[in-house]
């Protein structure tokens, strides 16, 4: 699947957003490894540290089927242009992270930009069992 696709249903996603405290929507669409696409919306909530953002949603979708490895995350929000992930979500891609990488693509005026997720967070937080 292409970024251009990618995006398209990040957009769409971004339409079922409930978002009624924030009049903030985004949407995301997650394309996994094996070439699956899942999409999320952001949720939110009157205890307002209980909302979901649409990245997270997104990568529920994926777990909840099975998938581990993230190729791609398309991000849309039609308030904002290169709407980037927050904090918590680059951590939560972060763990599962295909080994190439995971690019984050975004909108904007100009076209999709594209990042790679370490760029977004460096040295991200990772858990070493023995």
Not at 5 to 21: G, Q, V
């Amino acid at each position: 699947m292409d970024y251009e696709k990618l995006m398209e249903k990040a957009k769409e996603a971004s339409t079922k957003a409930y978002c009624k405290y924030s009049d903030f929507p985004v949407g995301a669409c997650i394309l996994t490894k094996d070439g699956n696409a899942y999409t999320g919306c952001n949720f939110e909530n009157a205890s307002y540290g209980l909302s979901i953002c649409a990245e997270r949603s997104a990568a529920g979708a994926a777990i909840v089927n099975g998938e581990r490895l993230f190729k791609a995350v398309a991000i849309y929000s039609p308030k904002m242009e290169n709407c980037i992930p927050c904090g918590a979500c680059r951590q939560v891609l972060s763990e599962f992270e295909a080994p190439e990488g995971t690019d984050i693509i975004t909108y904007t005026q100009n076209g999709l930009r594209i990042y790679k997720l370490s760029e977004l967070l460096p040295e991200g937080f990772k858990l070493v069992l023995d």
